[in-house]
């Protein structure tokens, strides 16, 4: 009995002295509920290529003339990703490219949202969390203003080349607005243009095929690189089948038909095999060894049954994990119920036909995310509600309502996100409003139960991903 009874103090001891850093259980509940999400054969492609056709093809086939947008932009003086000749002089989120009307067209690429300078280097692939959604046009106002306002800086002969992206900005612009800065309206992109496409043609209506809802639903842009481990796309994990005929939506600003459609998509094989190459940034500045070791083992015992493990040995779950489980804002998830029409129209259109499918099947929740490169992608959950990770492992710590400096932006590394100040109202649109549908923080408390010292464990292993 004395045996047991010293070994009990032993055994208690060891507890309190480490108890910083004991690796506590916070709950099984969410890999035990979580849905696992079935891989699906993906256009296979050439990285290389990809590339090349990401940063200088015509996935887009509408724009500006070159000395136009010369003349609104002025030349680009970084060339972040080293072009020659005129494309030198054109900002890396536009192609320069060529069509049967125009040698030289500057139209939108990919990089517009998913690419962002950190420092002064440009990060391909990382979510753009600068732009500015709250400026679109007031729905009172008429639809032709901004190709009023376009038309001044085209000539007759460029009309042609350009008509196709006014007549769809024209038509979408005034539906775009955000709450506030920094947060992504692509989602709402996707669903205007849709209800202005022939599902089964891909043909332009000027009328709206499809009735569209009234709210704009923010995201925060994901990272590229994650999509190497997923099995599905989007925040809730409905993007089934070949990723290529997501990735190339943006094609339906332009798109003439689905003959058009189907020459674009032969590219994009090769976009996501460059998209699955590509590696996060590492994290700029040291990293306590120790405690990230301790860190490392208390993420293995409480977060990677859905995260999935790192380092050595590699897992991901691809866990679709229940919203009253989770959590966090709902408004993303049941849109795809209240507004199902969006839904049957892609899963009858040409993206979902041919010999790489796609389709959408909504769940009632989100995905657990793989978290390679978390340090850089602040800030957090799917509607960019969280400012830093210590915020996302302590709902303790988030404001209600916070701002960040978009001019002088600065990084907090002890803290990992922007840098911002908390204000007591919203009266601006650089100041986020947890208040708002859609904008809410609440939910992922499963850091809660972490002691303060296991928390700052954790960041510092995640700085490690």
């Given at each position: 009995?004395r045996?047991?009874?010293?070994?009990l103090?032993?055994v208690i001891?060891?507890?309190?002295g480490?108890?910083?850093?004991?690796a506590?259980?916070i709950?099984?509940?969410?890999?035990?509920?979580?849905?696992?999400?079935?891989?699906?054969?993906q256009k296979?492609?050439d990285?290389q290529?990809g590339?090349?056709?990401?940063?200088n093809?015509?996935?887009?086939?509408?724009?500006l003339?070159?000395?136009?947008?010369?003349?609104?932009?002025?030349k680009?003086k970084?060339?972040?990703?080293?072009?020659?000749?005129?494309?030198?002089?054109v900002g890396?989120?536009?192609?320069?490219?060529?069509?049967?009307n125009?040698k030289?067209?500057?139209v939108p690429?990919?990089?517009q949202c998913?690419?962002?300078?950190?420092g002064?280097?440009l990060?391909i692939?990382l979510?753009n969390t600068?732009?500015?959604?709250?400026?679109?046009?007031?729905?009172?106002?008429?639809?032709?203003t901004?190709?009023?306002q376009?038309?001044k800086f085209?000539?007759?002969?460029?009309?042609?080349?350009?008509r196709?992206m006014?007549r769809?900005f024209?038509?979408?612009?005034?539906y775009?607005?955000?709450e506030?800065?920094?947060?992504?309206?692509?989602?709402?992109l996707?669903t205007l243009?849709?209800?202005?496409?022939n599902p089964e043609?891909?043909?332009w209506?000027?009328?709206?095929l499809l009735?569209?809802p009234?709210?704009?639903?923010?995201?925060d842009v994901?990272?590229?690189?994650?999509?190497k481990?997923k099995?599905a796309?989007f925040?809730?994990g409905?993007?089934?089948?070949?990723f290529?005929?997501?990735?190339?939506?943006s094609n339906?600003?332009?798109?003439?038909d689905t003959?058009?459609?189907?020459?674009?998509?032969?590219h994009?094989?090769?976009?996501l095999?460059?998209l699955?190459?590509?590696?996060?940034p590492?994290?700029?500045?040291s990293?306590?060894?120790?405690?990230?070791?301790?860190?490392?083992?208390?993420?293995?015992?409480n977060?990677?049954?859905c995260?999935?493990?790192?380092?050595?040995k590699v897992?991901?779950?691809?866990l679709?994990?229940p919203a009253?489980i989770?959590?966090?804002?709902s408004?993303?998830?049941?849109?795809?119920?209240?507004?199902?029409?969006f839904i049957?129209w892609?899963?009858?259109s040409?993206?979902a036909k041919g010999?790489?499918?796609?389709?959408?099947?909504?769940?009632d929740g989100y995905i657990a995310p793989?978290?390679?490169g978390?340090?850089i992608t602040?800030?957090?959950?799917?509607?960019g509600s969280?400012?830093t990770?210590a915020?996302?492992?302590?709902?303790k710590?988030?404001?209600?309502y916070?701002?960040r400096d978009f001019?002088?932006?600065?990084y907090?590394?002890?803290?990992?996100?922007w840098?911002?100040?908390?204000?007591n109202?919203?009266?601006?649109?650089t100041?986020?409003?947890t208040?708002?549908?859609g904008?809410?923080?609440?939910g992922?408390t499963?850091?809660?139960?972490?002691s303060k010292?296991?928390?700052?464990a954790?960041?510092?292993y995640l700085?490690?991903?």
């Open positions: 009995m045996f047991i009874r010293k070994r103090v032993i001891l060891i507890l309190v480490c108890s910083s850093i004991a506590i259980t709950s099984n509940e969410p890999f035990k509920e979580g849905v696992f999400i079935e891989p699906s054969e296979p492609g990285k290529k590339y090349d056709y990401l940063v093809g015509d996935y887009l086939k509408s724009g003339g070159y000395n136009y947008y010369v003349l609104l932009n002025g680009d970084n060339n972040f990703l080293g072009r020659t000749g005129k494309a030198a002089n890396y989120n536009f192609n320069l490219i060529e069509t049967k125009s030289n067209l500057v690429n990919c990089l998913h690419g962002q300078v950190f002064d280097k990060i692939g979510g600068f732009l500015d959604f709250t400026k679109a046009p007031n729905k009172d106002d008429v639809k032709g901004i190709a009023r376009l038309m085209i000539a007759p002969g460029q009309y042609q080349s350009s196709v006014i769809s024209s038509t979408i612009a005034p775009l607005q955000t506030t800065r920094g947060v992504n309206a692509a989602d709402r996707a243009l849709v209800a202005h496409r043609t891909l043909e209506s000027d009328k709206p009735d569209i009234d709210e704009v639903i923010p995201t994901p990272a590229w690189w994650l999509l481990k099995n796309m925040y809730n409905f993007g089934r089948g070949d290529g005929k997501f990735l190339m939506l339906l600003l332009t798109v003439k003959s058009e459609a189907a020459e674009t998509f032969t994009f094989g090769n976009v095999a460059y699955k190459s590509i590696e996060p590492k994290y700029p500045h990293i306590d060894a120790t405690l990230a070791s301790n860190g490392k083992a208390l993420f293995e015992k977060c990677s049954n995260h999935g493990t790192y380092g050595d897992t991901y779950p691809n679709l994990i009253r989770i959590g966090t804002d408004l993303l998830f049941k849109a795809n119920y209240q507004n199902s029409q049957e892609f899963n009858k040409w993206y010999s790489y499918p796609a389709r959408l099947q909504p769940f793989p978290l390679d978390i340090w602040a800030p957090y959950l799917h509607n969280v400012p990770l915020a996302l492992l302590n709902s710590e988030r404001p209600k916070w701002e001019k002088n932006a600065a907090d590394y002890e803290k990992i996100g840098k911002y100040e908390v204000r109202e919203a009266n601006n649109k100041t986020y409003n208040d708002k549908p904008y809410r923080n609440t992922h499963f850091g809660d139960r972490l010292d296991q928390r700052n954790v960041i510092e700085k490690t991903l």
